[in-house]
């Protein structure tokens, strides 16, 4: 449980770093980060069910913020693709 939440807070951290840096030159490194991402929301998913109960509210407002991560890193690598 408390390493879902690191990692959740780990993609957030990095999402929020990637968007304050300067100009992405390579998608690649935008749909790595991706992947990560989805790889926490499955250890989210994995940990809720595994608990049986839902943390507080916590478990899903954590997998709603990966969600919405997954899906701004989705948009930025189109945006980068779209720019080269």
Same mark, same amino acid.
């Given at each position: 449980?408390?390493?879902?939440?690191?990692?959740?807070?780990?993609?957030?951290?990095?999402?929020?770093?990637?968007?304050?840096?300067?100009?992405?030159?390579?998608?690649?490194?935008? /749909?790595?980060? +991706?992947?990560?991402?989805? *790889?926490?929301?499955?250890?989210? =998913?994995? @940990? !809720? %069910? #595994?608990?049986?109960?839902?943390?507080?509210?916590?478990?899903?407002?954590?997998? /709603?913020?990966? +969600?919405?991560?997954?899906? *701004?890193?989705?948009?930025?690598? =189109?945006? @980068? !693709? %779209? #720019?080269?």
């Amino acid at each position: 449980m408390k390493k879902a939440i690191a990692v959740a807070a780990l993609c957030t951290s990095f999402v929020a770093g990637a968007a304050f840096a300067d100009r992405v030159r390579d998608w690649h490194d935008l /749909e790595a980060v +991706r992947d990560h991402v989805r *790889e926490a929301i499955h250890e989210m =998913e994995r @940990a !809720r %069910a #595994a608990n049986h109960y839902d943390m507080g509210g916590h478990g899903i407002k954590a997998e /709603e913020h990966l +969600r919405a991560a997954e899906h *701004e890193l989705h948009e930025a690598v =189109e945006s @980068a !693709r %779209a #720019a080269r």
